[in-house]
């Protein structure tokens, strides 16, 4: 496990909710107007149940209950009205399971379920829809890809255990026998993810049965597969999903309150954006930028990252700013890469690449805990007392380390003596 000391939590600023002006539900530019979208597990138009009006299948749903024909079975829908994702509430205890967690969240004034509400999609509440003759209850949620014109989509399911206690014994071994090698080597699993190719412009799918193939090995090639990095590995984009996935360890390091099982991380980011970012960048000669004028404690060395000013919030945690200037190192200096994300990790003015202007309207990757139906809190007694949850911590680390491993490969291609010995 990283010992890194973690950042102060960064609070996430929101916005309102913009009422949505077309029937696009996430897909690229210029497709509204068509009918209805495919939802999730659909092979063609006819196997979309009657729905009421306003309310389409979400079209970029990549894991999770499917929609199928002649069956109760029903995927993610969207709402038109207002941009909300609605999630069918699992019968029996599991649903409403769920629906208290998110209403403890929403209502806490604790620190510990504050920090939480932050990590997780915005709550705003449940309804009732008919659909095929019966009164079906759906929890709403935030879009995660609301404004995204490529919405690519990772789901990871953390925790090498994804039983709850009050699963049978069949159950068990169900669970136990999915995504053995990658559960075994990663403490997490890969169901389901959807990206569009920079260099086909074509949107590709990957299921659970493509995840359950994966090793140790071809994980590392999935995650670079969906971000892309085909085309070259972006520091922006991974600066903004470590951003987030080091709030949720910070989270998993401390927190004693739940035990998560089944419980994913949601990665999302916009092709539409990164690929401008990478042509930027392939432009650009890399050079090191001019060091500004201190007056603190003398100038900066090659390989010392330089800050500006920070500020902090009414939570009294430190807020990244609009800019920073870029790690500064020379042919001479030692890639210390285990320091450098040292530093990132303390100071979140290094954490998004570039950021001029808006805050909100410069984020375009973010990373989102998700699926709580089988969340339990944990009593605390004299005879037990308080303890992390082992199980997600595991895989929220290693996940984390992948990541900042995939960082660390971003530096050393945009090197500015890239190849020289």
């Known amino acids: 496990m990283s010992q890194l000391k973690l950042p102060p939590y960064q609070k996430r600023k929101t916005s309102a909710t913009k009422r949505p002006t077309t029937l696009n539900v996430g897909g690229p530019a210029g497709s509204q107007g068509k009918k209805s979208p495919l939802g999730y597990g659909m092979q063609n138009a006819d196997e979309c149940p009657t729905l009421p009006d306003g309310f389409l299948p979400l079209p970029c749903q990549v894991a999770g209950h499917a929609f199928h024909k002649g069956t109760n079975s029903l995927g993610l829908l969207k709402s038109v009205d207002d941009g909300s994702v609605l999630k069918p509430v699992a019968k029996l205890l599991a649903g409403q399971r769920e629906i208290k967690f998110y209403e403890q969240i929403t209502n806490a004034s604790a620190r510990e379920l ?8 915005q709550y705003r509440g449940h309804q009732k829809l008919p659909i095929g003759g019966e009164l079906i209850d759906f929890l709403k949620l935030e879009d995660l890809t609301h404004g995204m014109l490529e919405p690519c989509i990772m789901d990871v399911k953390i925790g090498r255990r994804s039983w709850d206690p ?13 995504y053995v090698e990658s559960r075994e080597a990663y403490g997490f699993c890969i169901p389901g993810f959807q990206f569009y190719s920079l260099q086909t412009g074509r949107l590709q799918r990957y299921g659970k049965e493509y995840g359950k193939k994966l090793t140790e090995v071809t994980v590392k090639d999935a995650v670079r597969r969906f971000l892309n990095a085909d085309v070259g590995l972006c520091r922006q984009q991974l600066i903004q999903l470590l951003t987030d996935l080091w709030n949720i360890q910070r989270w998993a390091r401390t927190q004693t309150s739940f035990r998560l099982y089944a419980s994913s991380v949601l990665l999302v980011y ?26 603190g404690s003398g100038a900066s060395t090659p390989g010392t990252p330089v800050f500006c000013t920070t500020s902090v919030n009414e939570l009294g945690d430190v807020e990244p700013l609009q ?6 190192r020379s042919h001479s200096a030692n890639h210390n890469y285990e320091e450098d994300i040292k530093v990132m990790k303390e100071n979140y003015t290094f954490m998004l690449d570039n950021l001029v202007g808006s805050y909100e309207d410069k984020v375009w990757a973010k990373a989102r805990m998700i699926d709580f139906a089988h969340t339990f809190t944990q009593p605390s007694t004299t005879e037990s007392p308080p303890s992390v949850d082992r199980n997600y911590l595991a895989g929220i680390d290693s996940l984390v380390k992948l990541f900042e491993d995939l960082l660390k490969d971003c530096e050393i291609q945009n090197s500015p003596r890239q190849g020289v010995a």
């Not at 049978?168 to 669970?175: G, I, N, S």
């Not at 800019?323 to 500064?328: A, P």
């Open 114 to 121: 504050v920090v939480l509400r932050e990590l997780t999609p």
């Open 270 to 295: 916009d092709a539409r954006r990164l690929k401008p970012v990478l042509q930027h960048a392939g432009k650009r000669t890399p050079h090191t930028p001019s060091t500004p004028t201190g007056t």
């Open 166 to 178: 009050l699963a049978t014994e069949e159950k068990r071994l169900y669970e136990a026998s999915k």
């Open 323 to 328: 800019h920073y200037f870029k790690i500064q």
